[in-house]
């Protein structure tokens, strides 16, 4: 059971704050405390599904590597969140401005080269400068900006020392396989559909043992919950409900 203690603010109408001293990494830029996930302000991380190219070439699973090292960046140290409301992007989950021994989280991830800088007013724009200038984590590969990956923009532009232009389509179909490689754990199947955005979603998923799962051969993404698919924008396969009614 995860500790965790909510403070309220006593200020009507002021925001809340979540303490746990022990936050669950769902990924380097989204965190669980208690029944709550935050998806952290002003950043952009791999997602854990992403594929990314390391600096001696080789195909790395940057999405995972990526949230082991915010794990440790954390340390098991009290993160405290300030709720900022519904994440517009990733259903169900809030949008958190976090902390560590009174360091701010998305800021400690940018420099660690964990995160990208998504912030509108720039607030982590030299930390990102610096931490690819040092080529720390991601910058020390080749990678996509996380947003490109979820788009599945196989024209994407390059990021990291060790992109190179005269590789660059090799490089993008790594990033970009056919049948990408299920992550441990992680056994959902995601798909693009345009028939998905009838509803607004991007696409759809199969569960394991729906219907069309094994035919499912060539999925773009891979989930680790159902969670963690509709928060992506992903609607479950109607064969899917329709089997489960049986």
Excluded at 69 to 88: E, F, H, S
Excluded at 111 to 127: I, M, T, V
């Amino acid at each position: 059971m995860v500790a965790v203690i909510f403070v309220l603010a006593f200020l009507v109408g002021a925001p809340a704050f979540a303490v746990a001293a022990d936050a669950i990494v769902r990924d380097a830029a989204t965190l669980q405390l208690g029944g709550v996930t935050y998806r952290l302000e002003g950043i952009d991380a791999p997602e854990l599904d992403q594929r990314c190219i390391s600096e001696f070439a080789d195909p790395s699973t940057c999405g995972i590597e990526a949230r082991d090292a915010a794990v440790k960046l954390i340390g098991g140290r009290a993160v405290a969140c300030r709720d900022l409301g519904p994440d517009p992007v990733f259903k169900g989950r809030r949008i958190g401005a976090c902390t560590i021994a009174g360091d701010n989280l998305s800021q400690q991830l940018v420099k660690a080269g964990l995160a990208l800088s998504a912030d509108p007013k720039g607030r982590f724009a030299a930390d990102e400068t610096k931490a690819k200038a040092d080529r720390v984590a991601l910058w020390k590969g080749c990678f996509v900006a996380p947003q490109s990956f979820r788009q599945w923009n196989k024209t994407a532009p390059l990021l990291g020392a060790a992109c190179r232009d005269d590789r660059q389509a090799e490089m993008l179909d790594v990033m970009f396989p056919d049948m990408p490689p299920m992550p441990d754990g992680c056994n959902i199947k995601g798909k693009l559909a345009k028939r998905a955005r009838i509803t607004g979603n991007v696409g759809v998923y199969q569960l394991q043992g729906c219907p069309s799962y094994a035919s499912l051969a060539k999925p773009n993404r891979w989930f680790c919950s159902e969670d963690d698919a509709r928060a992506a924008g992903f609607r479950k396969a109607y064969n899917c409900r329709i089997s489960a009614k049986r």
